[in-house]
């Protein structure tokens, strides 16, 4: 569309309702965004109960002494318990 064209339009009945109808379909979705976003914040934390971490491998092996440094930052972070849980060939 033309600037100068754009310029010389006048607002006409049904551009308006046109406009409008923008407006409230808008509107509308901003409710409903505004809506979910109020339920996901009302949403419980996590994790709400002792997380288990399962090692396949034997315990006492390279594979332990990888996750439990990073099971005891999660511990930190999350303020839950992280448990792991060895069990060979899992």
């Known amino acids: 569309m033309n600037a100068r064209k754009f ?3 006048k ?3 049904k551009n ?3 406009m409008l109808e923008a407006f409230k379909c808008a ?5 409903l965004f ?3 976003t109020r339920i ?3 949403a419980e934390p996590w994790p709400i109960r002792p997380v288990i971490v399962v090692n396949p491998w034997a315990a006492g092996g ?3 002494g990888i996750i439990r440094p990073i099971a005891e930052k999660l511990v930190s972070k999350f303020g839950q318990p992280f448990v792991i849980d060895t069990k ?3």
């Not at 509107?27 to 409710?31: A, H, K, R, V």
């Open 40 to 42: 996901s914040i009302a």
């Open 34 to 36: 505004a809506g979910l």
């Open 88 to 90: 060979s060939g899992a």
């Open 16 to 18: 308006f309702f046109n």
């Open 62 to 64: 390279p594979a332990e």
């Open 11 to 13: 607002m006409t009945t």
């Open 27 to 31: 509107l509308l979705f901003l409710l």
């Open 7 to 9: 310029l010389n339009n």
